[in-house]
Each structure stands twice: as structure tokens, then as C-alpha cells.
């Protein structure tokens, strides 16, 4: 079984930034791809990024590349994800994923089999 907490959301006015956190516990660390999806309301989980516990690979949604960073701390525990240059439209309930090992689609919800408990993230124009 695996923990994750998440932490870090919050209000920030487009254009600012914000650090996302995501602390797992249960398992070793390095064995789990991580990944972060978010919600809006009325709309579908969706991607935003990925990394993997092997090889550090990080895989992103279209949608984010160049504003968003993936990043782990094997030695903490910890995936992050660094949002700049945010956008309204990236106003969204924030969720933490982990799967052992890997399986694909990286960017599938499917693919994930522990979740955090979301962290809201609220981007005023």
C-alpha cells in the first residue's frame, strides 16, 4: 500500500508561480513512477505530468510543457511539480498518483493505482 499527501496549492494571479509537493510513504520510493493529474470541476482527470522512478524521465501534457517542471527526491520522498507562468484555464483540483514500476499509458488515470487527496489550485485573472 501506498500514502501520498499532497501539499502546496493555494491562490495565485496569473502569470505568478506555485511549488506543488507530494510526499509518499509505503513503498520504496524509487520504484514508483509518479505522476500529477488535475480536475476542474464538471470536467475529466486529466494528465499533466510524469516521471519516472528509474531513470528520472519526465513526460508532460501539451499543455504545460515549458511552464511546468516534474522533479523527485528519492532521498526525501517527494515529487514536486514547479507551475509558472500560470494560466486561469490551470485552475484545478491537483492530484498526486503513483504506480510500482510502470505501466502505460504514463498518461492514462488507468494507469495509476494510489492517489493523494487533491490540492486546489486557483489562478485568478
Known sequence: ?????ESG????????SLRLSCAASGRTFSSLTMGWFHQ???????FVAAISGSS???YYADSVKGRFTISRDNAKNTVY???????????????CAAVIWART???GHGTYDYWGQGTQVTVSS
Open 1 to 5: 500500500q501506498v500514502q501520498l499527501v
Open 9 to 16: 496549492g493555494g491562490l495565485v494571479q496569473a502569470g505568478g
Open 40 to 46: 476542474a470541476p464538471g470536467k475529466e482527470r486529466e
Open 56 to 58: 528520472g524521465r519526465a
Open 81 to 95: 511539480l514547479q507551475m509558472n507562468s500560470l494560466k486561469p484555464e490551470d485552475t484545478a483540483v491537483y492530484y
Open 105 to 107: 499509458p504514463i498518461n
